[in-house]
């Protein structure tokens, strides 16, 4: 299945450096080191891809040499909203690009007999309807929580809003796309295959890897159990 049948809005990178460095992200000898850091550096590159519509201006400056028009941000504000908590690991990789971006955060905890995702925390700066949004969040799975942080942020009075992640499955992208047409996705891969990365057990993997290192070696070793 071609990614280009899920639209315009859609962007898969399509770039050697994200597709080695999430190689070496699944592979369950990279340390939790260096797990961090990739999560950082895969940010940058789709930011990289993210604001690539941002517009313009130009400034005057003094070169060592003579007085020029130059191009420069056209002062457009920006917000990065990671999904807590796994969401966290994306948003230094988005800083890092765009220092000035204020950030807000937004948790969901998932109904146990409904498996519907509910807003339990919100907290956004104070003009957060006058910003452009980068809704950051590792794995796009079945798409739920994504949606419920959409609507979460259009109800705040947001319309620019693009949704950054890691990996994607197609369900997840499918359902974005059809209930929000108006939001880009940006996404480092996309899983095709029954055992695609976004799997709960690969969601407590990498929540356990960014938040906490002891954590992520008692699931090491709970995992081991179970397999066993």
Known sequence: MSTKAFGEHVHVMDHPLVAHKLTIMRDKNTSVKDFRELVSEIGMLITYEATRDLPLTTKTVETPICTAEEPTLAGKKIAVVPILRAGLGLVDGVLRMVPSARVGHIGMFRDEETLEPHV?????????????????????????????????????????????????????????????????????????????????????????????????????????????
């Open 120 to 228: 339990y925390f919100c907290k956004m700066p104070k003009d957060i309807a006058e910003r452009d949004i980068m809704i950051v969040d590792p794995m796009l799975a079945t798409g739920g929580s994504a949606d419920a942080a959409i609507a979460e942020m259009k109800k705040r009075g947001c319309h620019n809003i693009k949704l950054m992640v890691l990996v994607a499955a197609p369900e997840g992208i499918e359902l974005i796309t059809k209930k929000h047409p108006d939001v880009e996705l940006y996404c480092g891969a996309v899983e095709f295959s029954p055992l695609f990365f976004c799997i709960s057990v690969a969601k407590r993997d990498f929540l356990c890897r960014i938040i906490d290192s002891a954590c992520y070696t008692k699931y090491k070793k709970r995992r081991k159990k179970e397999i066993s």
